[in-house]
């Protein structure tokens, strides 16, 4: 069941990425077009929405980033064996595990400074900007908790590791 939301998350981020990319061309378009044309008025609030939405485009793709274990992931060991890679794995998500901590602990104390205040050009509750720090680290806790999981049922000897993507490109 947990499995089956998270997999549902991770899809409705890839759509809400998407959907950030797409309606971040709109404000970004209309400050080219208002810079460069007398065709449009020069808007100010394009600017600051430009802002709103590459924040949470950023946020977003880095949510997804941990869910594919490739937002902090370097490959700098040789392949160790799948329990050797399971206990390496077990040994970096700890860390991961504090900067989702310390995201969602300062990400809730920065959204409560601004629940009250407003954005000065667009006039945007600025809590739904400042809200994408817990929220990030939440579900970076959510997804890096799954994939110490999986990493600790691959060191018990009860699962098979998953081949991934980068794995088999390597192969070919």
């Known amino acids: 069941m947990v499995r089956g939301f998270t997999l549902w998350y991770a899809r409705l981020l890839s759509w809400l990425l998407a959907f950030s990319v797409a309606v971040l061309i709109i404000p970004v378009s209309l400050q080219i077009f208002s810079r460069y044309t007398q065709l449009i008025p020069a808007y100010i609030w394009t600017e600051e929405m430009a802002r709103f ?91 890096q908790s799954e994939r110490m999981y999986d990493a600790a049922m691959v060191l018990a000897g009860r699962a098979q590791p998953k081949v991934e993507a980068k794995h088999l490109e390597a192969a070919e």
């Open 53 to 143: 939405l590459f924040i949470w485009m950023v946020m977003i793709g880095a949510m997804i980033g941990v869910r594919e274990g490739s937002h902090f992931e370097v490959d700098v060991w040789p392949d160790l064996g799948a329990k050797a890679t399971a206990a390496l794995q077990l040994a970096s998500s700890v860390f991961i595990l504090l900067f989702a901590f310390v995201f969602l602990w300062a990400g809730w104390e920065f959204t409560r400074f601004a629940w009250n205040r407003v954005s000065e050009l667009a006039d945007l509750p600025l809590w739904m900007i400042h809200v994408a720090w817990p929220v990030t680290g939440l579900t970076w806790f959510v997804f």
